[in-house]
């Protein structure tokens, strides 16, 4: 059997190797066009920022590796330029000299990748303008650092890449300005969870500007859509990818509705026998199973090993993701699984939200604080989703959660689970299952939370309600929830006779701990509409800072 690989990154290595694994006869040829294969994209921002020193670290699989350790042709710089699924051929340019020959192949396995978005930017050719995709992309931004020596970078766009390369750029003495055209930073989060990340980039000294777009790359920086010029000798286009499709589509292979070649569960195409797999298929969901685009490495890993199993008679399927991903940004981790309250709320879900502020672990073994937004289906009781922001702790939490929520995990069964514990590592309730508590009681238990937002519309509601601030005086004069009383949670029993138990009532403290107390004590004398303030004062104070701006 002769089998054809069309891309040498991630996924098509995958699935060469892994058929070379089930089948020792079959012949096995990767073609790409590029001159670096089988490397670590997510590890480029680490080598422009000095953290990596050595850039082979990021290439460590040359031609010869793969020949030697599994028999296998890969051959760069030759790039296909079309197939014919009828009759099993493929036709391949040598880009070094200029060469054009036919192949021909029993199995095909289409591992095209993605290339980045260049919106229609006026000046963006400018040879201080990048993007980076890969280990050439790479390079040029490197040399070009190392050559012109620039002090000021502007990135457009605010995902995984632009934050990361934010640190590596001012990790290297660049003044650093984002630009997205969102009125958030990192579009993947919530809005609420979003202003974490972007306070943070503020007190590392880079400037955010949030709601606007790059109109023009001039000579001495950018000029924004809001009039806005920002001096900058390096400009970095970080907006999104999109799935490398071209010669799937010309050989008519069908695409999905996010723009990914579709493939069934074996990664199979609608021509026999030619499969995908990697950043240019389409993805779907394990929550909703609904078709998406999320382009990650650790897929483009899974999916080509689910590609080389299968061409060689395997019988291996897709389960599916959750998007789960993770990324740093100076000392902050940001971590994300399954829906955020916005998507499921476009599905149609009724969902319950918690946002549940602890250590990481006992402050007395240096546990630092770690934010946790859980979203759960109320008339399930699944969780749908996880956004983690923290120092500490982020990637256990998260991938606790994706695997909760892979096996269809309720907001009850968190509590349940058998976590490691001991001081160095976490509490002895984990964040996780303090987060499986506070949405199992607000579904099943009485104990309904309140986020910011509908804080402040009950606030302009017009509807009678009274506000408890369940802190000390000192921190409700320093700062309190509009409309709020003082009634610190150890005079609240005896008080009672002070609040309308015919309002709605709200209570509340710093993270949420002693305001969802306080709710118990009303709850247990007989009030009925009582609530707590989701994340307490601090989330509060959060998005009415935020609305403000």
């Known amino acids: 059997m002769r089998i054809i690989v069309i891309g040498a990154v991630a996924a098509g290595t995958s699935a060469a190797a892994k058929a070379r694994r089930s089948d020792e006869s079959a012949e096995i040829t990767i073609y790409e066009k590029d001159e670096f294969i089988s490397y670590s994209g997510c590890g480029m921002p680490y080598f422009i920022g000095g ?78 303008t990048f993007s980076l995709r890969n280990i050439t992309d790479m390079y040029r931004i490197k040399e070009y650092l190392e050559e012109s020596a620039p002090s000021k970078a502007t990135i457009v766009g605010s995902g995984f890449i632009g934050l990361e390369l934010c640190e590596s750029f001012k990790a290297l003495g660049l003044e650093v300005a984002v630009v997205e055209m969102l009125d958030q930073v990192t579009p993947g989060l919530d809005e609420d969870m979003a202003g974490y990340v972007e306070d943070h980039l503020s007190e590392n000294g880079v400037e955010v500007h949030t709601g606007t777009s790059v109109k023009e790359i001039t000579k001495e920086g950018v000029i924004l859509s809001s009039g806005k010029k920002i001096a900058s000798q390096m400009i970095i286009l970080a907006t999104g990818v999109r799935p ?78 959750l998007g789960t991903g993770i990324f740093r940004v100076f000392d902050l981790a940001v971590g994300q699984t399954g829906l955020s309250e916005k998507e499921a709320k476009s599905m149609g879900y009724d969902v319950e939200i918690s946002h549940n502020i602890k250590p990481s672990r006992p402050e007395y073994m240096g546990g630092k604080e770690i934010v946790i937004k859980a979203i759960a289906d109320r008339k399930t009781g699944r969780v749908l989703g996880v956004q983690v922001i923290g120092e500490d702790g982020v990637d256990k939490r998260v991938d606790v959660f994706a695997t909760a929520i892979t096996f269809g995990a309720k907001a009850e069964d968190l509590f349940h689970l058998d976590l490691a514990y001991a001081p160095p590592y976490s509490t002895t309730k984990d964040p996780v299952m303090y987060s499986g508590m506070i949405l199992d009681n607000a579904i099943s238990k009485g104990r309904k939370l309140l986020t910011a937002t509908q804080v402040d519309a009950l606030i302009n509601s017009g509807d009678e309600y009274v506000i408890i601030d369940a802190r000390v005086e000192g921190q409700y004069q320093k700062h309190h929830i509009p409309t709020a009383v003082n009634i610190p949670h150890n005079e609240l029993r005896e008080r009672l006779g002070e609040v309308d138990k015919e309002k709605i009532a709200v209570t509340y403290c710093n993270k949420g701990v002693t305001g969802n107390a306080a709710q118990n004590i009303l709850i247990c004398n007989g009030f009925e509409k009582v609530y707590s303030v989701s994340g307490g004062h601090k989330t509060y104070k959060r998005y009415m800072e935020k609305k403000k701006k």
Do not use: Q, W
Request: aromatic share 8%.
């Open 51 to 128: 953290e990596i020193d050595n850039p082979e670290k990021l290439t460590p699989r040359d031609p010869a590796f793969f020949k030697s350790k599994y028999n296998i042709d890969v051959l760069t710089k030759h790039e296909v330029l079309y197939l014919n699924g009828e009759n099993k051929t493929v036709k391949v340019r040598n880009l070094v000299t200029g060469e054009e020959f036919e192949d021909c192949y029993d199995k095909l396995v289409l591992a095209t990748g993605a290339y980045s978005v260049k919106p229609p930017i006026e000046g963006m050719d400018k040879n201080n």
């Open 244 to 321: 490398n499709t071209k010669l799937a589509k010309e050989a008519g292979i069908h695409l999905g509705d996010s723009g990914g070649i579709k493939v069934d569960k074996k990664m199979e195409t609608n021509i026999k026998d030619i499969y995908a797999c990697g950043d240019c298929i389409e993805h779907y969901h394990v929550i909703t199973k609904k078709p998406i685009y999320r382009p990650l490495g650790s897929t483009a890993n899974k999916t080509g090993r689910i590609a080389g199993e299968n061409i060689t008679g395997g019988n291996l399927e897709f389960r599916g993701i």
